[in-house]
């Protein structure tokens, strides 16, 4: 059974940081592309971060120079470091891990990320 669980979201003030932690069990993580999307009340859901299994990472511009992704295949984790948050940033944060080539995607079931003073 795959399980993807997020953990680390919380109530953090403007301009403060959260780590977002996501953790991995069922499958081999190094074949996954993983990634964070975000979810505001009203909006539709959106990509944050990804990470491919080469490392290679790719940020929504809205976040770029403040969000850093991170993984860890050994431990089948994945991180998501998030500085200088703002308010636009609040959302309920999802992990995902994708391969593409097999036509898998697995989502986690969200944690929730407040920015307010």
Do not use: H
């Amino acid at each position: 059974q795959v399980q993807l669980v997020e953990s680390g979201g919380g109530l953090v003030q403007p301009g403060g940081s959260l780590r977002l932690s996501c953790a991995a069990s069922g499958i081999a993580v190094r074949s996954y592309t993983m990634g964070w999307y975000r979810q505001a009340p009203g909006k539709q859901r959106e990509l944050v971060a990804t990470i491919n299994s080469g490392g290679d990472t790719n940020y929504a511009t809205s976040v770029k120079g403040r969000f850093t992704i991170s993984r860890d295949n050994a431990k089948s984790t994945m991180s998501l470091l998030m500085n200088s948050l703002k308010p636009e940033d609040a959302a309920v944060y999802y992990c995902n891990a994708e391969w593409p080539l097999v036509r898998l995607n697995f989502w986690g079931q969200g944690t929730q990320v407040i920015v307010s003073s």
